[in-house]
């Protein structure tokens, strides 16, 4: 059946060497290589890996600044309405006061030239009631001329410039100025 022949020994003699050969040669380099390779594509994916998560902590600790930047400006924002808001009040108190300065000046001297001008109505008054009175000396009274006498004196002061409007205007503004104190 089975015939083995020393052609038989030889081919499994020089297979075996040619395995050994073979292995030597190009199994050991071939293996390496894998092994090489293998690990390289370790390293990258490790390195890969690496790179993920500090680009993941990179953006968690910039999204966290942001949200403490958008704050802070928040915070800046609130302080520059509330100063502004201030300021607002400040200038709108000074203009307040300003005005209420500029309005009791503004009354003092109303008064002070009020009074001046009745000190000028008595004076020019009291020269009319003093020249009529002359006039009534130097004549002869009757109870006819005292009519006209005061119907002439009442015309001699309307053409100095409404002495009566003048006095009733006088009392109006101290009853104002009165009531604007209170």
Not at 31 to 55: C, G, H, L, V, Y
Not at 89 to 113: D, F, H, P, W, Y
Not at 147 to 155: Q, S
């Amino acid at each position: 059946m089975l015939d083995f022949s020393v052609t038989f020994l030889i081919t499994i003699v020089n297979i075996a060497i040619l395995f050994f050969i073979l292995r030597a040669i190009l199994f050991k380099p071939v293996t390496k290589f894998m092994a090489e390779r293998a690990k390289r594509i370790q390293d990258s994916i490790d390195q890969s890996e690496k790179d993920k998560n500090r680009a993941r902590d990179l953006l968690a600790q910039y999204q966290a600044q942001l949200k403490t930047a958008e704050a802070d400006a928040e915070a800046i924002l609130q302080s520059a309405r509330e100063n502004a808001h201030l300021e607002a009040e400040k200038i709108i108190g000074e203009s307040r006061v300003s005005a209420e300065t500029v309005m009791v000046n503004a009354r003092k001297q109303l008064e002070t030239e009020r009074r001046a001008a009745f000190a000028a109505f008595r004076n020019e008054a009291a020269a009319l009631v003093i020249a009529a009175a002359g006039r009534l000396v130097e004549r002869d009274v009757e109870p006819a001329d005292d009519r006209r006498y005061a119907d002439m004196l009442i015309n001699e002061i309307s053409q100095l410039g409404g002495a009566q409007a003048f006095l009733g205007s006088s009392s109006d503004s101290d009853s104002s100025s009165k009531a604007d104190k209170t």
